[in-house]
């Protein structure tokens, strides 16, 4: 396999392990072991310095204009292209926990695709974005930006869901 193929690969292998490690992280403590969850946040955050060496590698890190284009088009063919279909199998098949996580990405990545050509157009004109605070659902990923809604508009949870991204 070409090496741009076997940096690609290994790109998505390390962010995939990353994710993972911290989910695994998250009931390490919920299971009372603070220093094994230290340990996959530790591991974690090293394959984050492995994916980020293999992306610069594959030179695929460019001006923040054309990172923007490729986030925009990436959240636009998640929720256009990808989701859809996953949602329609996880319903056929009655798989509900698949069912709510399809449906929820595919809601939230729109929201993202909106982030992101609103950031771009921001960049384009030679400005940032205004500085406001972002908030994630834990639940279902939903972002919002000022405040938390009294309620998630995605999955309908309660606004002490949502985390305050610095």
Do not use: W
Request: hydrophobic fraction near 40%; include cysteine.
């Amino acid at each position: 396999m070409p090496t741009k193929e076997n940096l690609a690969e290994a790109f998505a292998g390390e962010s995939q392990a990353n994710r993972k490690y911290l989910a695994f992280a998250k009931k390490a403590e919920a299971d009372g072991l603070p220093q094994v969850a230290k340990l996959f946040r530790a591991a974690a955050h090293a394959e984050t310095v492995h994916a980020h060496a293999h992306l610069r590698a594959m030179g695929g890190i460019k001006s923040t204009a054309d990172n923007l284009k490729e986030a925009v088009e990436g959240e636009g063919f998640e929720f256009q292209k990808m989701y859809p279909p996953f949602l329609e199998q996880a319903k056929a098949e009655g798989d509900r926990a698949a069912e709510n996580s399809f449906k929820f990405a595919l809601a939230v990545e729109e929201v993202h695709h909106g982030l992101y050509q609103q950031a771009l157009a921001a960049v384009e004109g030679g400005k940032d974005l205004a500085d406001r605070p972002i908030y994630v659902c834990e639940v279902c990923g939903n972002t919002v930006y000022d405040a938390a809604p009294e309620k998630c508009e995605v999955c309908l949870v309660p606004k002490e869901r949502f985390t305050l991204i610095g």
